[in-house]
């Protein structure tokens, strides 16, 4: 039986659990409910008082006076539209594997009333096939934010697929580097890092690293010429390939596209009512495959090597699609 003294917390518990806008529970359900889960028999009068205790430290408790039929939490943790976003989001994600978005969507329903959490569970999902078989993403993320902090290297297995589809190491030698941040892109983990061994940046995914623990040495902070978010925002499709200045032709129809890709900072110079020219950084091998995957909307302009390598990518396409 619990004691006295826990009634704030059971009767925080509830009205998280029980209740929302749609779910409003009386004082003799609040009470009832009291007994039931914990044990504890309470009075009207100790439930108006803790109830004013919750309000006084800051949760927003609806009242008889505010609906006119009881009581329920105005406010929980996330709102079930958050809650539905990230839910879909974490679902979606390709290099989370399921049981570690089923363990994460599990903890942000329980920052709902169990109601909204049967709506959801309502919800078809179809299984996402593309998830990743690495279970230790968020262990990656852990032990690698970790190592950003004290500046210590990280060593670890890297893995890609065999021709079984099935994930094995990309060497024997462990992998050493210094990370330095962690970036979202193309709707993947990377972590960018440098290295005693090579000038400049690398990137490595987190989800194809595998145990990943912290080193013995330590590093230095980044000069001042070293960008580590510039490295990675011109890296489309993550290519570790040079950065390079590039001009395009576009239809507009593909204007959308290329600003969720660039965003809005690119030049933008209208050619006609049909098509505009834009200049734009990236590696050379995204530019060309986003070229390529554009093929009917854009034509590379400048420079001249990154033409011609799209034309002789064209002519052996063309070679391969010939009887």
Known sequence: MADKKDIPVALLDILKTYTDENHILSTGQIIDKMNLIYGISMERRTLYANIDLLKKYGHQISDWHDNGSGY????????????LLLCNAIHASHFISAA?????????????????QRNFRDSVYLPN?????????LQNIRVLSKAIQDRRN???????????????PRREKLYDVQPRFIVFLDGRAYIVVTSDHHPGFGHYRIDRMKKVEPGETTFPALRDDMDAYQYASGRYYMYTDKIISASFRCRYSVLDHMIDIFGTGFTLIPYDDEYFDMHVKGSGEGLLLLAQQY???????????????MKKRLLQANNNYSD
């Open 72 to 83: 329920f939490l105005k406010e929980h943790q996330f709102t079930n539209s958050e809650v």
């Open 100 to 116: 570690e978005s089923d363990a994460m969507i599990r903890k942000l329903l329980d920052t709902q009333s169990t109601f909204e």
């Open 129 to 137: 096939p593309k998830k990743t078989d690495n279970k230790t993403l």
């Open 154 to 168: 990280v060593k670890f297995v890297y893995l890609h697929y065999n021709k079984d589809k099935k994930l094995e």
């Open 295 to 309: 093929l009917d909307a854009i034509t590379i302009l400048e420079p001249e090597e990154l033409r011609q390598n």
